[in-house]
C-alpha cells in the first residue's frame, strides 16, 4: 500500500470538525478509492478470490441490516442538531444511549429537555474529537445527566463512545453509543 492508500485507509472522525472538512466529492472519492484499494487487496490474497474463500468458509449471506432500517426501526435515532454542534457527517445515537444520556420524562421536572440533553451530548462528543491528537475511528467521551427518575437530583457520568464508519451508501456517518454496544 503506497502512502496515498495509507492515508486513505485511515480517514477517521478527525475530518468531522468544523475547519478540518474536506469537501463533499473529496469524501465521496476517498471512500471509492479505500474500496477499490480492498476490493484489489481481497481478490489477490493467495490467488484467490476472497469473497469465494469467506463463502466457502462461512456459507452464504443470510442478512443483512443497513443503518436506514436500524433508523426506521428505532434501533438508531438520527441527532439532527449535530450540524448545529459543528458536525460535518450525519450522527446518530443507539436507542440504549438515548435513554442513559437522552431521554427525560415532562413528570421528572422541567429542569431538563430532551432538545437540552441531546446539546450536551453533541458538545461533549465534539470537544472530545477537538480534543484528540492523531487519528482515532472510536473516540470515548462522559457526560455528566441527571438520571430520568423522577427525585434524582445528583448527576451521574454517562460514558459513550463515539464510532466513525461508512453508511449505507459507503459516505462516513457517525454513531453515539454505550461502550458495550459495538
Not at 477517521?12 to 470538525?17: E, F, N, P, Q, R
Not at 449535530?82 to 440504549?96: L, N, Q, R
Request: charged share 25%; hydrophobic share 40%.
Amino acid at each position: 500500500m503506497n502512502a496515498t492508500q495509507t492515508t486513505i485507509a485511515h480517514d477517521t472522525i478527525d475530518a468531522v470538525v468544523d475547519g478540518d472538512r474536506p469537501d463533499r466529492n473529496e469524501l465521496r472519492a476517498r471512500t471509492r478509492c479505500r474500496d477499490l484499494v480492498a476490493c484489489e487487496t481481497r481478490s489477490r490474497v493467495r490467488g484467490r478470490d476472497m469473497d469465494n474463500e469467506l463463502v466457502d468458509l462461512f456459507g452464504p449471506m443470510i442478512d443483512t441490516y443497513t443503518r436506514n432500517q436500524a433508523i426506521a426501526d428505532g434501533v438508531l435515532i438520527p441527532l439532527l442538531a449535530a450540524g448545529d454542534a459543528g458536525f460535518t457527517w450525519p450522527v446518530a445515537i443507539t436507542a440504549a444511549a438515548h435513554a442513559a444520556a437522552i431521554a427525560w420524562s415532562p413528570e421528572n421536572g422541567a429542569t431538563q429537555d430532551e432538545e437540552g440533553r441531546t446539546w450536551d451530548v453533541l458538545v461533549m462528543a465534539r470537544h472530545s474529537v477537538s480534543a484528540r491528537r492523531g487519528s482515532v475511528r472510536r473516540c470515548a467521551f462522559g457526560v455528566l445527566c441527571l438520571p430520568n427518575a423522577p427525585g434524582e437530583r445528583a448527576p451521574r457520568l454517562t460514558r459513550l463512545v463515539l464510532a466513525s464508519g461508512p453508511g449505507d451508501d459507503g459516505s462516513p456517518v457517525l454513531t453515539i453509543m454505550l461502550p458495550h454496544e459495538d
